[in-house]
């Protein structure tokens, strides 16, 4: 009679990852003035003077996602032989855009384009025509199948363990198995496992630093309401119980439920502002930037500009490279976790496919509507910005259109969902990642997934109480970036020796991936 292993708390891991929170939050909540100068002096440095890494990084990531894919690899399927999707791909595709993108595909994908058109890279003339196609197309750069492909990196490696090994562990270490081996169980595993908090603290942070002044902003748009720290305190916590009730149904009554929610919300908004704005504007100029990434795609992905010195790809591609990379553990995690029933192929594609398309459906529609209102002359979106700041010009903007205050109360409800899908699906993954191994049912326990829902809540709480910015707490989780990047690259090159090891142990049984490897077999034979 086999016996049930007993879950575990990984003790070294839970509280070495609340400890190492803290050391790094409450000096930066204390002395912010003298640590935000620190973590930016530092983050200057990276991204002027290490940004061909990151760029370089990205580079490799997109390679080996669709060499992975488009080889033998992409057909080994995450479960049996013949397994079915855990989830529809409706839902699959709503958790995993919901989760990688948070509330910042709403601020960035309105007004993003407005910095390119004032300061248009490649040498461009600002306001011009040239610059305002730039400006509609280096957003879908930025957030397309480069961000992606960073993100899906590490879930082919914890998609192996779990669903083909049958590993029942969520931990990042155990996606480095396969090229430092052994080494996972001891103090090189716990500091894997402990690192990538800081990009998902950092990663929540940026959502709601985005998300949170732009619902104060439509709050006090369509009700009156003050802009006030209760206000915003008051938006924390509703958020947080949103996401701590996902968080703590699950996967299936929790997560898939909100993220579908938020996805058909999302799409429905969409879907007025192009029919209610310049709809043939729209549709010309979507197309237009689409055709300028895919001419320019190379050049955009290596260009560092060491003889115009514009700063623009340090300022953009490159932070953008660091802030995907230290977000990138906690997304291929769960990526990997959803993926049950999905080949390699089917996994890493569709993340790259559904998550640039979700961002340019965004971009092209959004942030044309408020390109259109600058080139036409209806509302000078660019003075508009630099005078009253991000949140209340996405606000003005969305004030434009038909059912204005409506629209901007959609927004501002759905803005409060995409903070609570990050935070939920992040809370989820730290609890996974602090257990020895998940439980019979694949899932972490309950009231870890809560401690940790409210962990990540309280602060940026503390942040908004005593006044200190939240983009120090972003900033933090960009110095640990290059760390980051290299663990994601040694989750890739330990999938594939995991890979091949398995074969010629005869530990891989899926006959599809058999007959594709049968010429190592023979040589093993042999």
């Not at 509507?369 to 010009?393: I, W």
């Not at 409060?416 to 191994?437: K, P």
């Not at 142990?505 to 006959?511: G, M, P, Y």
Request: contains cysteine; aromatic residues 14%.
């Amino acid at each position: 009679m086999e016996t049930k292993q007993k879950v575990k708390i990984d003790k070294i891991v839970f509280f070495g990852a609340l400890i190492a929170l803290l050391a790094i939050s409450l000096p930066i909540i204390i002395f912010p003035e003298a640590s935000g100068s620190i973590l930016n002096s530092v983050n200057n440095f990276i991204i002027t003077k290490l940004g061909s890494f990151f760029i370089l990084f990205g580079l490799f990531c997109l390679i080996f996602c669709i060499w992975i894919s488009f080889s033998r690899y992409g057909k080994i399927r995450l479960g049996d032989d013949g397994e079915k999707p855990e989830f529809s791909s409706f839902s699959w595709a709503a958790m995993l855009f919901c989760a990688g993108v948070g509330a910042g595909v709403v601020y960035w994908g309105v007004i993003e384009w407005v910095y390119y058109y004032q300061a248009p890279p490649l040498g461009v003339e600002a306001g011009t025509w040239q610059a305002a196609e730039m400006a509609a197309a280096y957003g879908l750069f930025h957030w397309g199948p480069m961000a992606w492909a960073i993100y899906s990196v590490t879930s082919c490696a914890v998609g192996y363990i779990i669903f083909v090994k049958k590993g029942n562990v969520l931990k990042l270490s155990e996606a480095c198995r396969g090229l430092i081996g052994d080494k996972v169980d001891g103090i090189i595993g716990k500091i894997i496992d402990i690192s990538f908090i800081f990009g998902i603290v950092g990663g929540v942070a940026t959502s709601l630093g985005l998300g949170s002044p732009l619902v104060t902003a439509g709050l006090s748009r369509v009700f009156g309401l003050k802009e006030t720290p209760a206000l915003q305190i008051s938006i924390l916590f509703l958020v947080t119980l949103i996401f701590g009730f996902s968080a703590y149904s699950g996967l299936k009554k929790g997560i898939k439920v909100l993220s579908d929610f938020n996805v058909i919300m999302a799409i429905c908004i969409v879907l007025f502002v192009f029919l209610a704005g310049n709809t043939i504007f729209i549709i010309e100029m979507g197309t237009t930037a689409i055709g300028v990434v895919a001419t320019k795609f190379f050049r955009m992905s290596t260009w560092l500009d060491p003889a115009g010195k514009s700063g623009f790809p340090q300022s953009w591609t490159v932070f953008y490279w660091a802030w995907w990379a230290a977000y990138a553990p906690f997304l291929g995690m769960f990526i990997a976790r959803i993926s049950k029933g999905r080949t390699i192929k089917q996994m890493v594609m569709g993340a790259l496919v559904y998550g640039s398309a979700g961002c340019v459906l965004f971009f092209s529609v959004l942030g044309n509507y408020g390109l259109d209102l600058q080139l036409s002359g209806k509302m000078d979106v660019v003075a508009t910005l630099t005078k009253l700041g991000g949140p209340q010009t996405i606000i003005s903007i969305l004030e434009t259109l038909p059912l204005g205050k409506i629209i901007i109360f959609l927004v501002v409800v759905l803005s409060v969902t995409f903070m609570a899908t990050s935070y939920d699906s992040a809370s989820y993954i730290l609890a996974a990642n602090s257990q020895t191994h998940l439980g019979e049912d694949g899932e972490p326990k309950r009231w870890l997934r809560l401690v940790w829902a409210f962990s990540l809540a309280l602060i940026p709480v503390g942040f908004i109480l005593l006044g200190s910015p939240l983009k120090t707490l972003q900033t933090a989780s960009l110095v640990f970036g290059i760390p980051v990047c290299i663990i994601v690259i040694m989750t890739g090159f330990s999938f594939v020796k995991m890979v091949k090891t398995d074969i010629k142990d005869k530990k891989l049984n899926q006959r599809v991936v058999l007959e594709e490897f049968k010429d190592v077999l023979e040589t093993i034979e042999r």
